[in-house]
């Protein structure tokens, strides 16, 4: 068990090594990263260190974790350009201090020229890549209309200035870039240059390094019209005309009338009870809610805390239930407004148990006789989660992306930010894999307007009606499986939040039919014993992002942010 930080319980309490602006220094630089910190009243866990700060400096100026939360999303769409993001989606799981839930799909759109036949060849062939680089894989993005609409709704602090005034500011006058910023850009350098033949600030003749100072003008100005205008600043005016020219001059079909008809959609969430506790999540065009739901209850009859932690007998009931998960998630799934889910019947007891009257422990099922398709190359995965819990212990669980390392890797000339690829996430051809490994068939195949199906997989946990757990992470088609994890080590192998989010982690998704394993993770004998079952293998070097908070038994909070990479906890 790491020390925890322990931050006192005043509101006029800060450490001020997190965000440092001098009078000498005309830029804004994060020098310190907590990765676990106890508080007792306000947390923001983020991918980035500003954007943190951003959220608790909002906190402690009387705002609510809504008004945490979006500025610490405008935040990140400037210090974590990866992923953070004003030209993507996401979702937002809302739960206030009475108890009450409100889910906000924010989810990009198929533009309305979009058909399900849009990646093929005349031979029925799918076009290598179409759908995961250029402008041609850019979904209509819900971004800036969801953060607006969650803090119409729900926000505090009234002045819409004081939420993205932050941002503006670290655009304008930059920032110091980490070493995992600097690799990114470094390594995606030939594709900003590809897909944008314009000088951008992404771009310069030497190579990125710890410290270079980070500045984007044109996202400045874009953000200032956005807070004169909010939702209009982007979605009509001189940023969509910035955008529909980029898109269309290099081969997309996105349109003005898309953007100005894009509209967010409040949804009602999935809930499930796991023993004696209730976890909330995501409903469709989120697989997150359902799979998840789904998990624990096919596990929860076997008592995995009885198997031993990470033993072979655990690690094969967990992955035989991602594995039947998974299955129906290729059929079923999609947005419920343009299909039919059977949400209801996905999550009928009578249903699951029947899922399971098959499992072995002693053999693993075989997904299917459908050919098995390797995981591409992949990306590193460039979905962000954000965790806030306020000091009335209203709690947001906030998922956004872009979905490959920025997005399609198209920027827009005069707006200064990158565009989603989004549309890879949709079933491009029945039974062919996404960039993620995920197949899909008619449920999630192209439609005009149709929002793509997603594996973000925001949740927050009860235990007893109060508040206990708010946690999320990126990771593609592994988010379910490492939130899913770390919910079954908390509650069953009774561990520490700390604990919980660092341990190995392991992932199937129905097809390719291999257990994937973080490397060096899983020790040989059990490798060896589950080899023995049946099962196959593959490698990531991480899986999951972890950004959770839980709720001590004295209440204060405790967050963590995962080893596996530079991501902060900030409180008061």
């Known amino acids: 068990m790491k020390r925890l930080r322990h931050r006192p319980g005043s509101i006029f309490f800060l450490v001020c090594s997190f965000f440092v602006l001098s009078c000498n220094q005309t830029y804004y630089k994060a020098d310190h990263i907590d990765k676990s910190v106890v508080a007792h009243r306000g947390m923001v866990v983020s991918a980035h260190a500003l954007a943190s700060e951003v959220g608790v400096k909002i906190l402690k100026k009387g705002g609510n974790a809504v008004d945490a939360a979006v500025a610490s999303q405008f935040a990140l769409a400037v210090v974590y350009p990866r992923a953070g993001n004003i030209g993507g989606g996401g979702f937002m799981l809302i739960r206030t201090e ?9 989810r990009e759109k198929a533009p309305g020229m979009a058909n399900k036949d849009m990646y093929l060849r005349p031979d029925g062939s799918v076009i290598d890549s179409a759908s995961i680089f250029g402008a041609l894989a850019v979904g209509v993005p819900g971004t800036v209309d969801g953060l607006i609409s969650a803090w119409e709704k729900f926000g505090q602090i009234r002045d819409f200035g004081k939420i993205i005034e932050p941002s503006i500011e670290f655009a304008r006058k930059g920032f110091a870039i980490s070493q995992e910023e600097a690799d990114r850009l470094n390594q995606y ?11 951008n600030p992404f771009v310069k003749s030497k190579a990125w390094v710890k410290g270079d100072v980070l500045i984007q003008e044109e996202l400045a100005q874009t953000l200032e019209r956005i807070k004169i205008k909010g939702r209009d600043g982007f979605y009509k005016g001189e940023t969509a005309k910035h955008l529909v020219i980029t898109v269309q001059k290099s081969g997309g079909i996105i349109c003005e009338k898309d953007l100005e008809e894009y509209q967010v959609v409040w949804r009602s969430p999935i809930e499930t009870k796991y023993r004696s506790y209730r976890v909330v999540s995501m409903p469709p065009p ?43 998630r290729a059929k079923f799934l999609g947005d419920s407004d343009f299909f039919d889910v059977p949400a209801s019947t996905l999550l009928d007891s009578s249903y699951l148990s029947a899922k399971m009257k098959d499992f072995d422990p002693g053999f693993a099922t075989k997904s299917s006789s459908i050919q098995s398709y390797d995981l591409p190359d992949r990306e590193h995965f460039e979905t962000t989660h954000t965790s806030v819990v306020d000091k009335n212990r209203m709690a947001v669980s906030v998922t956004t992306t872009l979905n490959s390392n920025y997005g399609s890797k198209v920027l ?3 707006g200064g930010f ?107 004998v059990v490798k060896d014993n589950l080899q023995a079952k049946g099962h196959d293998f593959g490698t990531y070097e991480r899986i999951g992002l972890v950004k959770a908070i839980r709720v001590l038994a004295d209440g204060s909070l405790h967050g963590v942010g995962d080893r596996r990479s530079d991501v902060d906890v900030e409180a008061y």
Not at 296 to 310: D, R, S, T, V
């Open 98 to 106: 009475e108890g009450n839930y409100s889910c906000l799909d924010y």
């Open 412 to 414: 827009v000339e005069g």
């Open 418 to 524: 990158f565009l989603n690829n989004e549309m890879d996430d949709f079933s491009i051809k029945p039974g062919f894999p996404n960039q993620f490994g995920l197949i899909g068939n008619e449920a999630n195949a192209i439609v005009p307007a149709k929002r793509m199906l997603s594996s973000m997989t925001p949740t927050i946990v009860e235990k007893d009606g109060k508040l206990f757990l708010v946690l999320g992470s990126p990771g593609g088609s592994t988010i379910i499986t490492t939130v899913f994890q770390v919910i079954v080590n908390i509650i069953d192998f009774e561990m520490t939040l700390d604990d919980a989010v660092d341990q190995f982690r392991f992932h199937h998704q129905y097809l390719p039919d291999k257990i994937f394993i973080e490397k060096d993770g899983l020790e040989q």
């Open 286 to 328: 989120s697989s997150g809610g359902i799979a998840l739901a789904q998990l624990l209850e096919l596990i929860e009859p076997f008592n995995p805390g009885a198997l031993g932690f990470h033993s072979p007998e655990s690690i094969h009931l967990m992955v035989e239930a991602e594995r039947r998960v998974y299955a129906d």
């Open 189 to 199: 350098k030939n594709d900003f240059q590809k897909f944008n033949p314009f000088p």
